[in-house]
């Protein structure tokens, strides 16, 4: 089974400022994928980025990018001159590619306010 | 491209009712599916997922069951509604990547 672990309920940024979301796993399986999804106001969950686990490279999305530490079960999201409408709750999660479901195991959330 | 739709958006329904939230997905062809329930200030519930037209996989026993009648079309339905029923209901699909899209939800309020 997979957890996703996410320590940090809020956070806080300055406009055009730098952050970065922690998130750790844990798996036992070699083939798996994460994701960082966005839920803004509306509820609705968008997916920032995701990241293959098979892949060295992190995973770049416009300001959005990761640190995916493998051995170290690591996986954080860095948002880069952040904007008013990254103001969101933040969800870390992993699929196990060898599962027939696909499930996907989401972290608690970190939820982002972003300081004008 | 594709799309995913689920209505209605918001529902205020009596203890002891029925309910059925739909969903479905335009522009792909034999997507696996998904029911997440998310309760106020937590994180996401896998509820049910049918990768096939009438194959329905439970992963929370509840109150609730899911149907799927067409190959893009995802029901989730209850005879008998509970207030822990409450919460905020998200569809969503995968394709042939590992990805899942979700829908925009329904607010389902049991009184």
């Known amino acids: 089974a997979q957890t996703v672990t996410q320590s940090q309920p809020e956070m806080s940024v300055q406009e055009a400022e730098t952050v970065t979301l922690s998130c750790t796993y844990d798996t036992s399986e ?67 590619s060898g599962a027939g479901s696909y499930q996907l195991t989401f972290g608690k959330g970190t939820k982002l306010s972003v300081i004008p | 491209s594709q799309t995913i739709h689920q209505w209605p958006a918001t529902l205020v329904q009596p203890v002891g009712s029925p309910l059925s939230l739909e969903c479905t997905v335009e522009g792909t062809s034999n997507p696996n599916l998904y029911w997440y329930r998310q309760a106020a200030g937590r994180g996401l519930q896998l509820l049910f997922y049918s990768v096939g037209i009438g194959q329905i996989s439970s992963e929370v026993p509840q109150n609730l069951s899911a149907s799927r009648p067409q190959d893009r079309q995802f029901i989730l339905s209850s005879k008998k509604l509970l207030l822990s029923d409450s919460g905020f209901y998200l569809c969503a699909w995968k394709g042939s990547t590992e990805t899942q899209y979700f829908g925009p939800g329904t607010r389902l309020l049991v009184l």
């Not at chain 1, 995701?50 to 416009?62: D, I, M, V």
């Open chain 1, 30 to 96: 070699s083939d798996y994928y994460l994701f960082w999804y966005k839920q803004p106001p509306s509820r609705q969950m968008i997916l920032v980025i995701r990241q293959e686990a098979y892949k060295q490279q992190n995973a770049t999305e416009n300001r959005f990018s990761v640190n995916f530490q493998k051995a170290a079960k690591s996986f954080s999201l860095k948002i880069s001159d952040s904007q008013l409408g990254d103001a969101a709750m933040y969800f870390c999660a992993g699929v196990y």
